[in-house]
């Protein structure tokens, strides 16, 4: 079977630097060597809930920073999942092929409901099988990830063969995780043991694809470390979560590996670090947000490449949905 990519972000505030360097930065990789399939998730982001105007300024936007950061739209299929609707026809197949054990294994759910957990929406339960039915609706095979979405692509996978198995047919394939590059998981700039992420009530903690090189640099000098200089070899590197983290950052913007970083600054202090990583953040970030303001002045323009994303996606997902009917026994044929 041909490799095929998918992958997807949520519309949910602005992309920080885990999203660029866990997921984007593969994303535009990838285009040189395979067919993608690129996804703003916006059906996963109202598990949650949220503001009908800024979830469509958010899907705009998130869409304009994939585009900045390099995604190519006559290469790559960029759409947003609400838009085709056979993920959520295949999300409800998926719901009765998934067990409660399976998703009741979830951490990103625990995390997410936390101690409201009753409260909780049923859509934020069943997230990973809405994640399971992106991907397979397209027969994915390969999906670039930050490391905490390992968890949800073992789901799919194991998905993929529960159903292969219910209809004794090799229809499904079991996609992989692509899991690449020095930055797997990005952690908060105020806690180095906390994954970075949109959600941290902090400012402070993330580095946004929106801040300006003083802000940018202003987060780096309050990003908190440790007293000890920086060590020389990367064993130094132990029980040091926030000057681990700031040296694999560096390594992945400046794409050099963490050996090369500590021949280069250790001994050094944070004080001589700081400003040199703010600078790399800054090269590699300044001509992103540049290109998303000037995507985000012509809206129109944003809107188009969704539309057209969305017609090649369902051309791709619509006979995948037509198959799984006929397989599940579905009687007729499906007017989405
Ligand atoms: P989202 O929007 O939460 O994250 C988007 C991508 O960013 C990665 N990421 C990180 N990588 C490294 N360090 C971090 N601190 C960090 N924070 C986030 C995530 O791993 C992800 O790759 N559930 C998915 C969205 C999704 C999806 C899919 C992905 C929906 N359907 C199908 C792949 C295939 C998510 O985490 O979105």
């Not at 866990?22 to 949220?50: K, M, S």
């Not at 105020?190 to 640099?217: H, L």
């Not at 040296?247 to 500590?262: G, M, N, R």
């Not at 998303?292 to 051309?315: F, K, N, V």
Request: some cysteine; hydrophobic content about 40%.
């Amino acid at each position: 079977m041909d490799k095929r990519i998918f992958s997807g972000i949520q519309p949910t505030g602005n992309l920080h630097l885990g999203n660029y360097l866990g997921a984007i930065q593969n994303w535009v990789r990838l285009q040189d060597d395979f067919e993608c399939v690129y996804c703003v998730v916006d059906l996963h982001a109202i598990t949650v809930p949220q503001d009908p105007a800024e979830l469509r300024q958010s899907t705009r936007e998130v869409a304009a920073s994939v585009l900045a950061a390099g995604i190519d739209p006559k290469r790559s299929i960029l759409f947003n999942q609400s838009r085709v609707p056979q993920h959520a026809e295949l999300a409800w197949i998926f719901n009765c092929v998934a067990r409660l054990g399976w998703l009741n294994r979830m951490t990103q759910f625990k995390e997410k409901a936390g101690k409201n957990r009753e409260n909780a929406t049923v859509g934020l339960y069943a997230y990973p099988t809405l994640m399971a039915a992106d991907i397979l609706a397209y027969k994915a095979t390969h999906v670039p990830v930050g490391d905490d979405q390992k968890q949800h692509l073992e789901l799919t996978r194991d998905i993929a063969q529960a159903f292969n198995a219910m209809f004794g047919e090799e229809f499904f394939p079991q996609p992989e995780p692509q899991i690449l590059g020095k930055a797997t998981r990005v952690m908060s700039l105020r806690d180095g043991t906390a994954k970075m992420s949109k959600s941290d009530p902090s400012e402070y903690s993330r580095i946004t694809m929106t801040d300006d090189a003083d802000a940018i640099m202003t987060k780096i000098k309050k990003a908190k470390t440790d007293p000890q200089p920086l060590p020389s070899e990367i064993e130094g590197l132990e029980g040091r979560p926030e000057a681990r983290n700031l040296v694999s950052i560096y390594a992945a913007l400046a794409e050099i590996s963490e050996e090369d970083v500590l021949t280069q600054f250790g001994g050094q202090g944070f004080g001589a670090f700081k400003p040199a990583l703010a600078d790399v953040a800054i090269a590699k970030l300044a001509p992103i947000t540049a290109q998303m303001t000037t995507y985000m002045q012509d809206p129109a323009q944003i809107d188009a490449i969704l539309d057209d994303g969305a017609e090649r996606a369902h051309a791709i997902a619509r006979p995948v949905l037509a198959d799984v009917r006929r397989l599940t026994g579905f009687l007729g044929s499906s007017l989405g």
